[in-house]
Nanobody, 130 residues
């Protein structure tokens, strides 16, 4: 069974940090492009960050640039999202998604928030509040 499982969410105070994990089972992420998305109550889902494992190309939404870092661990078949300097505006359910990618990482970075994804995780709640 092919699936993605997110973990690492929780309640954190403003200015704090969390690291989200996206672990794949049933397939290897080496040839996949991985995106992180989030959806806050009453808002549309938005792209946060993405990575193409083939060449490590990354992209970040303007709202998280400089605060979030996406990375990968091939041995653990996991992609991480390190979130620093969190604000209440970062409160949302965070999802990871994966799609096989046969083009360049540069191209993926330009379309990663709009391209269709084949696999989605169940989401992990991140709440930033004092």
């Amino acid at each position: 069974q092919l699936q993605l499982v997110e973990s690492g969410g929780g309640l954190v105070q403003p200015g704090g940090s969390l690291r989200l994990s996206c672990a794949a089972s049933g397939f290897t992420l080496d040839n996949y492009a991985i995106g992180w998305f989030r959806q806050a109550p009453g808002k549309e889902r938005e792209g946060v960050s993405c990575i193409f494992r083939g060449d490590g190309s990354t992209s970040y939404a303007e709202s998280v640039k400089g605060r979030f870092i996406i990375s990968k661990n091939s041995v653990k078949n996991t992609v991480y999202l390190q979130m620093n300097s969190l604000t209440p505006e970062d409160t949302a359910v965070y999802y990871c998604a994966a799609v096989p990618w046969y083009y360049s990482g540069t191209y993926y970075s330009s379309v990663c928030y709009t391209t269709p994804y084949d696999y989605w995780g169940q989401g992990t709640q991140v709440t930033v509040s004092s």
